[in-house]
């Protein structure tokens, strides 16, 4: 069955960074654009980014543009996540998500948390 699992997050001071992973399986990670969305505390859900199969289109909510870089490993079936420069308001579960074979799929998400 699809599975997407996240990991990598923390506590990190403001400023600082973190890379989350989503490691996937069950579907042929390669044909699969893939995203990034957050959902802040008592807040809804948040697209933040995505990325087409082959890596090669990036796109990106201007709240995170030019602080994130989203990327994948194909072969490593692994989808990945560098925030940079983080904010208390980037403060949020994070999860991965794919449309695969016309439903959605989701992570269990990893917590991000931005405080001094």
């Known amino acids: 069955q699809v599975q997407l699992v996240e990991s990598g997050g923390g506590l990190v001071q403001p400023g600082g960074s973190l890379r989350l992973s989503c490691a996937a399986s069950g579907f042929t990670f390669s044909t699969y654009s893939t995203n990034w969305v957050r959902q802040a505390p008592g807040k809804g859900l948040e697209w933040v980014s995505t990325?087409?199969?082959?890596?090669?289109?990036?796109y990106y909510a201007d709240s995170v543009k030019g602080r994130f870089t989203i990327s994948r490993d194909n072969a490593k079936n692994t989808l990945y996540l560098q925030m940079n420069s983080l904010k208390p308001e980037d403060t949020a579960v994070y999860y991965c998500?794919?449309?695969?074979?016309?439903?959605?799929?989701w992570g269990q998400g990893t917590q991000v948390t931005v405080s001094s």
């Open positions: 990325i087409n199969n082959d890596g090669v289109n990036t």
């Open positions: 998500h794919s449309f695969v074979r016309l439903r959605d799929y």
